[in-house]
């Protein structure tokens, strides 16, 4: 059980856990909410160690692993696979020392364990995993420094994942995801058989892969059971007794205080005066639940709506090489009021296609018609990086108003969040998201057609998604969006459009037929060939021959590992006393030697495979 027991942290000065106690038992899946900034990340450092809380204790049992994402990407020439089975330190460690041990004995003691952790199936496991979070077979033996940080930190994932901690920690997790990713990882977590928490803004995973709230608030811990929207029934419910609760405390302190104050000058009446004084100072204030009010999101009109249709595409070609584009027969239509968003795995060519709609690439062939004077906003995560640190909210604003007026500059950046002092902090001491909020202010800044979103709800908590969504919802023009936040997408899209197979198709159906569609996909057991995680060309032969040769070399090391295990497997047989002295080991010894030859079995179907790509590459 990990038990937190009055627990108080202060962090710079500020006090962010205040005296809180909570328990969770083992096995518990927990969703923890709050606001930005009220001290979830500081919680986990604390729970793993890296931080001295103020008072109180976090206790773990004594042999309970715990893990988490890495802070930073894994790199370097070992392929995916390698990093991620390299996670079972245990397994890495046995599976080195049975390379070199010798004693018949202490080889019948390593085999025995790995049977005991199913250590001859982590290859499989591993590359389910990594095939759940957007990996083809192929992009698995590529190394790790070919893929972008984005792309390395889902690795990060896997490889925590695969390690299966007893106490998995995990901060917003969905944020290095599309939403195909995202949907797979709900449903491993929903399927976790230890204790997880997990700090998200992600309604849909909050609602469907964890069975318990744990709400910090105003430094306060408090734990729910059920999933987000009991959690939200239950608090609304305790917001309303706390409220009578408060209404009825404060119609008696002010019984009370009229008692005093008519009798305290009557000596009469004195004793039963100074009694009520001491009634009012036991009577401590009940501190009511009051939901923190959610700044508004909005987005100005565009001055004019324009005759439909703002953009038509007809069968064009798109991307970075004129011999390979990543798009090809696009023909697609959007009127001044759609709502349309974009699915497909990160690498399809999303990116690629929102650029083209936005003007900033040109298609290689077909033809793109935008209505005339058409305007569009367009909003990408990357986009913060582009912000002065060193400028105030106010600043930025003040570079698009040119010479309007101190009071009208003010009052456009209180429109955009960002009113009185706020106005004058300087970006690089905003949260995260504060600064998206700044970004989607200018970007929509002039009042557009159309906005183009691409994952606008990193960073923001799940009242500022709500409220996000409310501004999509009020806005006359026409949207795109990229989103993993299913809620996000289901409270606004009215089009789907999937981006794959290097085209842009309409898809008829609704998310939970997409979401069915992606697990049964990415869940399967021999997963096929998909397009690698970047919108680069094709490579040329000799680079897939190149890959062939390594995923060959690749099935003879392991040909030739496994082999090895075998045959210390039936060297630790051999011994004339194993089935009389142990019969136990010696069953799981026959076990590890079925499980090792089912291995090289594998092996040798992945050799001959590679082998016979290799001779129809070569021609």
Same mark, same amino acid.
């Given at each position: 059980?990990?038990?937190?027991?009055?627990?108080?942290?202060?962090?710079?000065?500020?006090?962010?856990?205040?005296?809180?106690?909570?328990?969770?038992?083992?096995?518990?899946?927990?969703?923890?909410?709050?606001?930005?900034? !009220?001290?979830?990340?500081?919680?986990?450092?604390?729970?793993?160690?890296?931080?001295?809380?103020?008072?109180? !204790?976090?206790?773990?049992?004594?042999?309970?692993?715990?893990?988490?994402?890495?802070?930073?990407?894994?790199?370097?020439?070992?392929?995916?696979?390698?990093?991620?089975?390299?996670?079972?330190?245990?397994?890495?460690?046995?599976?080195?020392?049975?390379?070199?041990?010798?004693?018949?004995?202490?080889?019948?003691?390593?085999?025995?364990?790995?049977?005991?952790?199913?250590?001859?199936?982590?290859?499989?496991?591993?590359?389910?995993?990594?095939?759940?979070?957007?990996?083809?077979?192929?992009?698995?033996?590529?190394?790790?420094?070919?893929?972008?940080?984005?792309?390395?930190?889902?690795?990060?994932?896997?490889?925590?994942?695969?390690?299966?901690?007893?106490?998995?920690?995990?901060?917003?997790?969905?944020?290095?995801?599309?939403?195909?990713?995202?949907?797979?990882?709900?449903?491993?977590?929903?399927?976790?058989?230890?204790?997880?928490?997990?700090?998200?803004?992600?309604?849909?995973?909050?609602?469907?892969?964890?069975?318990?709230?744990?709400?910090?608030?105003?430094?306060?811990?408090?734990?729910?059971?059920?999933?987000?929207?009991?959690?939200?029934?239950?608090?609304?419910?305790?917001?309303?007794?706390?409220?009578?609760?408060?209404?009825?405390?404060?119609?008696?302190?002010?019984?009370?205080?009229?008692?005093?104050?008519?009798? %305290?000058?009557?000596?009469?009446?004195?004793?039963?005066?100074?009694?009520?004084?001491?009634?009012?100072?036991?009577?401590?204030?009940?501190?009511?639940?009051?939901?923190?009010?959610?700044?508004?999101?909005?987005?100005?009109?565009?001055?004019?709506?324009?005759?439909?249709?703002?953009?038509?595409?007809?069968?064009?070609?798109?991307?970075?090489?004129?011999?390979?584009?990543?798009?090809?027969?696009?023909?697609?239509?959007?009127?001044?009021?759609?709502?349309?968003?974009?699915?497909?795995?990160?690498?399809?060519?999303?990116?690629?296609?929102?650029?083209?709609?936005?003007?900033?690439?040109?298609?290689?062939?077909?033809?793109?018609?935008?209505?005339?004077?058409?305007?569009?906003?367009?909003?990408?995560?990357?986009?913060?990086?582009?912000?002065?640190?060193?400028?105030?909210?106010?600043?930025?604003?003040?570079?698009?108003?040119?010479?309007?007026?101190?009071?009208?500059?003010?009052?456009?950046?209180?429109?955009?969040?960002?009113?009185?002092?706020?106005?004058?902090? %300087?970006?690089? %001491?905003?949260?995260?998201?504060?600064?998206?909020?700044?970004?989607?202010?200018?970007?929509?800044?002039?009042?557009?057609?159309?906005?183009?979103?691409?994952?606008?709800?990193?960073?923001?908590?799940?009242?500022?998604?709500?409220?996000?969504?409310?501004?999509?919802?009020?806005?006359?023009?026409?949207?795109?969006?990229?989103?993993?936040?299913?809620?996000?997408?289901?409270?606004?899209?009215?089009?789907?459009?999937?981006?794959?197979?290097?085209?842009?198709?309409?898809?008829?159906?609704?998310?939970?037929?997409?979401?069915?569609?992606?697990?049964? !996909?990415?869940?399967?057991?021999?997963?096929?060939?998909?397009?690698?995680?970047?919108?680069?060309?094709?490579?040329?032969?000799?680079?897939?021959?190149?890959?062939?040769?390594?995923?060959?070399?690749?099935?003879?090391?392991?040909?030739?590992?496994?082999?090895?295990?075998?045959?210390?497997?039936?060297?630790?047989?051999?011994?004339?006393?194993?089935?009389?002295?142990?019969? %136990?080991?010696?069953?799981?010894?026959?076990?590890?030697?079925?499980?090792?030859?089912?291995?090289?079995?594998?092996?040798?179907?992945?050799?001959?495979?590679?082998?016979?790509?290799?001779?129809?590459?070569?021609?």
């Amino acid at each position: 059980m990990l038990s937190i027991t009055d627990l108080s942290i202060r962090l710079a000065g500020r006090l962010l856990i205040d005296q809180s106690s909570v328990q969770i038992t083992p096995g518990s899946r927990v969703g923890m909410v709050g606001r930005n900034g !009220t001290g979830k990340s500081t919680l986990f450092k604390v729970i793993r160690g890296e931080l001295a809380a103020e008072h109180g !204790t976090v206790t773990l049992p004594p042999r309970w692993r715990v893990g988490s994402l890495a802070q930073e990407a894994p790199n370097g020439p070992e392929s995916l696979i390698s990093v991620v089975l390299k996670a079972d330190l245990e397994r890495d460690a046995l599976l080195h020392e049975a390379e070199s041990a010798t004693d018949p004995h202490r080889i019948a003691e390593i085999q025995t364990r790995l049977v005991d952790i199913d250590a001859h199936s982590a290859p499989a496991r591993a590359a389910a995993i990594l095939s759940g979070l957007g990996f083809s077979a192929a992009d698995q033996l590529r190394p790790c420094a070919e893929f972008s940080g984005g792309w390395r930190m889902r690795v990060a994932l896997a490889a925590t994942l695969f390690a299966a901690p007893d106490l998995l920690l995990l901060d917003e997790p969905t944020n290095y995801l599309d939403l195909e990713g995202t949907l797979w990882l709900e449903d491993h977590l929903a399927h976790y058989p230890r204790t997880v928490i997990v700090i998200s803004h992600d309604r849909d995973l909050l609602e469907s892969s964890v069975d318990q709230i744990l709400h910090l608030e105003r430094g306060k811990l408090t734990l729910y059971k059920g999933s987000y929207s009991s959690f939200e029934e239950q608090r609304a419910a305790r917001e309303l007794l706390d409220a009578k609760a408060v209404k009825r405390q404060e119609a008696e302190r002010a019984r009370l205080q009229a008692f005093v104050d008519r009798f %305290k000058a009557k000596a009469s009446k004195a004793r039963q005066a100074q009694s009520r004084v001491k009634m009012l100072e036991r009577l401590k204030p009940i501190t009511a639940l009051v939901t923190e009010d959610v700044r508004e999101i909005s987005f100005p009109a565009p001055e004019k709506i324009l005759s439909p249709p703002i953009i038509a595409v007809d069968n064009a070609a798109v991307g970075y090489d004129p011999a390979t584009p990543v798009l090809g027969r696009v023909t697609l239509r959007i009127d001044n009021d759609d709502r349309i968003a974009l699915l497909g795995a990160n690498g399809n060519g999303k990116s690629t296609l929102v650029k083209l709609l936005a003007g900033r690439l040109a298609p290689f062939s077909g033809k793109v018609t935008r209505a005339d004077k058409l305007s569009i906003a367009y909003f990408a995560q990357h986009q913060l990086d582009e912000l002065n640190e060193d400028a105030s909210a106010y600043d930025h604003v003040r570079k698009l108003m040119g010479d309007a007026p101190e009071a009208k500059v003010r009052a456009r950046a209180g429109a955009i969040g960002f009113s009185g002092k706020a106005a004058d902090t %300087k970006v690089g %001491k905003l949260s995260g998201g504060e600064k998206a909020r700044l970004l989607l202010g200018l970007a929509t800044f002039f009042g557009p057609n159309m906005i183009i979103l691409d994952e606008p709800t990193n960073h923001l908590d799940i009242d500022s998604r709500a409220a996000l969504a409310e501004a999509i919802n009020e806005f006359p023009g026409a949207v795109i969006m990229v989103s993993h936040d299913r809620y996000l997408i289901e409270a606004c899209a009215d089009r789907l459009w999937i981006v794959a197979d290097r085209t842009v198709t309409n898809y008829d159906g609704d998310l939970d037929e997409y979401r069915r569609l992606v697990l049964s !996909t990415r869940n399967a057991e021999a997963p096929r060939e998909r397009s690698a995680p970047s919108e680069k060309p094709q490579r040329p032969k000799s680079d897939n021959r190149g890959s062939l040769r390594k995923r060959i070399a690749e099935a003879e090391a392991e040909i030739a590992r496994v082999t090895d295990i075998i045959a210390k497997i039936d060297t630790a047989l051999a011994l004339p006393d194993i089935f009389a002295r142990d019969p %136990k080991q010696a069953a799981q010894l026959s076990k590890a030697r079925a499980n090792a030859a089912d291995a090289l079995t594998r092996a040798e179907e992945q050799w001959l495979e590679a082998s016979t790509q290799f001779d129809e590459a070569a021609g």
